[in-house]
């Protein structure tokens, strides 16, 4: 149903070449509109359970910072990437054939919203409070989003360039620039983290 909606609204929408696959935009449009809260739902919590639980001290002594935030920020992406892949799976019995790159569109936009709460597991120091920032954030930052991608108000439209929904709905090579968003948000968290008092 879903995937019927949005094929038939994907040029009023201007969703260019995400648009061509009815299948893989249902996908593509519940990853988007929820990928943010599912991740903040689930993910929100990698590094600040283990430093309120004091495991990470032990983590230190055994490997270095770095190595700690990549494991556990892949560790949540291949979980991630189990979730997308069983969705297309399950489209590929009605679709046909198994949609490559819709799956690649959302696990580079979700590689983002997972470094965002990287970021934020890192900064704020108890679990339940990522949760409510990372639930606030999800729900604030795409209709923000949208906003500045479908407005010409000059206050609002900048903010297009900076979230990861524009380089999505561009497609094509621009998804290079939704991976180098999440490569720079991971940078950032690993020297956060560095500085961090365990």
């Known amino acids: 149903m879903i995937a019927d909606t949005m094929t038939s609204s994907a040029d009023e929408l201007g969703l260019g070449d995400v648009g061509k696959d009815g299948y893989a935009l249902g996908t593509l449009f519940i990853v988007f509109a929820l990928g943010f809260l599912f991740i903040a739902s689930l993910s929100h919590d990698q590094i600040n359970r283990e430093v309120s639980s004091r495991t990470m001290r032990f983590l230190v002594t055994k490997t270095g910072r ?12 291949l979980f991630w990437l189990f979730c997308i892949s069983a969705s297309f799976i399950l489209i590929t019995f009605v679709s046909g054939n198994f949609l490559w790159y819709g799956l690649l569109e959302c696990m ?5 919203a997972l470094a965002f709460n990287l970021i934020f597991s890192i900064i704020l120091p108890k679990p339940a409070l990522s949760m409510f920032f990372g639930i606030t954030f999800a729900l604030v930052f795409p209709g923000i989003s949208f906003w500045a991608i479908y407005s010409d108000k000059i206050y609002i439209s900048w903010f297009k360039y900076i979230t990861p929904y524009y380089y999505s709905t561009l497609g094509e090579y621009y998804l290079l620039i939704n991976i180098l968003y999440a490569g720079v948000l991971f940078l950032i968290a690993a020297t956060i983290f560095k500085g961090r008092d365990l």
């Open 108 to 112: 580079v936009f979700l590689s983002v």
């Open 66 to 77: 770095t190595n700690i935030l990549l494991g556990k920020y892949l560790g949540v992406w």
